[in-house]
DNA sequence: TATGAATGAGATTTCATTCAT
DNA sequence: TATGAATGAAATCTCATTCAT
């Protein structure tokens, strides 16, 4: 990963005060989550997100340089997460089958539950060119590596054949699009998803 | 309902100059939605909308109210024609499934050809409040039509027994998603798309 | 010259509109220059410019892409008049004590008649990056132009050998520090300046 | 003249600490000159000055109550020095042209060696209304008491007759705008540029 | 129908400055 | 003396929209 810039980078290693504000920095990103979700991110001013943090509008340039650095964090953090889900998954040494159920359930872990069903990690379009590309880099990489399970699994004839492509990018969309609807004061719990999410999009492949 | 503006609404009766008024903004609507696809909904500019649409920022005021009014009839449109098709195929009388297939591959021909991936129906959030309200509630009239067909395949033993309200979602959001990633110009065909998609997203509720 | 926006540059052949536009920003112009005078040009807001263009705020961004644009189209604008007349009195074949006198007037008129004492074209600072390097560089020709004089005049001894870079800098200082002092409603004409200072700068260095 | 403010003014007699104070406030003001050469004095800010100072911004106010006073402190400190310098000159007790060189070598000297090249005094534009017109009163006794050198030049027939207050003026002009062209690291140095310049502009009024 | 010019409201961001420690 | 965190005011700029023609 590369440096945003000079004065607040995940690079350097920890002092006291970095972390403290990092700390902080990532209970911004909740509230924030939380502002996002009522209108979109991109209709999302700082004021409102400041607001939600309980900071001056002034105070939140404190933690974050721009509005694209408070987005990039948001969605590198969230992705990254994903990655490491997705690894330990593949680590575990299941079947394709099961590794999947588990990558989607892990998704949507972190997503409805620690994010608390903030989209923010798919809004690229809201970001500048040079930290757009990185996200969709990341994204990139997320996205390969679900599809190398769903390979997997058409090798192993765990699956039938399909175009993997295809259909990673559709579990992909029913995963992602639950931020759009999904609330978390709502009657179904985000493991009532996971549970039903994972059935029927795994079902669809076996042979 | 509700008429939105005394001059210009979609739902007075259309005299000739009404009609040839209304084929401009539907040429206008695919201008804007190859405009959308570029920064997504919320970040395009009445400018530029109105370049792609090649006319003056002022002269678009003559077609659309507001910018809501255009998003609004935007969505509504897509909309409309996703309800039609929907009820034309509960209409056609085949089996679930086979009323599932066709239901996917016509929203699929309608997002990804006939808009050519605009994903203008799905950003109910940069709606003003009322029809916001009015877009969400044909969204959910559209759900709905969708999850009948779930639950009548479930009832007949067609489907698998499962949370239909979810299913229909997950459905629902791989075929949204697509507005996100498809190119018209990139390799694949939208019914190469719609194949892949409605022999999963099927296959995965067959018993 | 190289372009600097899409919508209004120097270098697309004038329409109608676009020269009414240009003149309106020649004298959107000499409105700002008058408001640099009071508080100095980075201290002068685009509030104040609009104010004193009669213009609001908003609509001075109709004729300007930024803040930046304006300066550096104000600077473009003097350094090329003075280098137009730089090379007039280079074509004119005058001896050289005759030539710089000739210089120095000129610069003196444009600066302190035609801008009425705007120091604009001197605040490089206030550019960015990209701008500053391009005025720098034609600050340089400038700068050149009257250091060539100089030089032919040691050259053909009119001028006593000395080091024409710092002379000519000293003449250059002598000039562009008169926009921090003259008063176009003040007591002496500009001409008055133009004869003691040509008078004055020149003799220095007659042998 | 009256004192800035009760706790920090340079008019009350020094204590021990105050001495101790002093110095730093000196050292502080070397370094904001550094910064102040980079952009320009108006865009430099408090941060950027305490950065070059290696202060924290806040412990920046320990030693100055605002920015105006840090300028203020900064442009009355070298005009100190120059008018205690052209008093020096004028005990002196040589002829004009003598006493006029002096003064010149002696302005450079503070300008490009002492701070470095900082054209902080210069910047009267950024103070505060009640410390400008404080400065702007010093500059006028600094100017006049080059003038009277001029004028006691004329009347000696060292010098020929012309406008002292214009000559005056190129002169000052001519010294001052070294701030924005010298740069200490440069090739010439500070004596080098005095040579010539006293040279080139007493030259300029010798009969 | 068409458009150049204009604008109020609001968005992001900066900056001098302060406060608690 | 020193500083991390905080802030009100203001600066630049954007944008949907309107008006006169």
Known sequence: M??????????VEPSRTRRKADARR????????????KHGIAATGMREIAEAADLSPANLYYYFESKDELLYFCQDWSLDRMLEAARAVRRG??????????????????????????????????????????????????ESAVRRIVEDGIRSRDFARTDATLVTRAILGALNWTARWYRPEGEKTWAAVAATFSDYLVRGLIR
């Open 2 to 11: 590369v440096q945003i810039s000079n004065r607040r980078s995940t690079l």
């Open 26 to 37: 990532r209970a911004i990103l909740k509230a924030a989550a939380s502002a996002f979700r």
């Open 93 to 142: 040494g299941e079947r394709p089958p099961e590794q999947l159920r588990q990558v989607i359930r892990a998704q949507l872990h972190c997503m409805l539950d620690e994010l608390e069903g903030s989209a923010a990690h798919l809004e690229v379009d809201a970001l500048s060119r040079t930290l757009r590309e990185r996200i969709v880099a990341k994204r990139d990489r997320y």
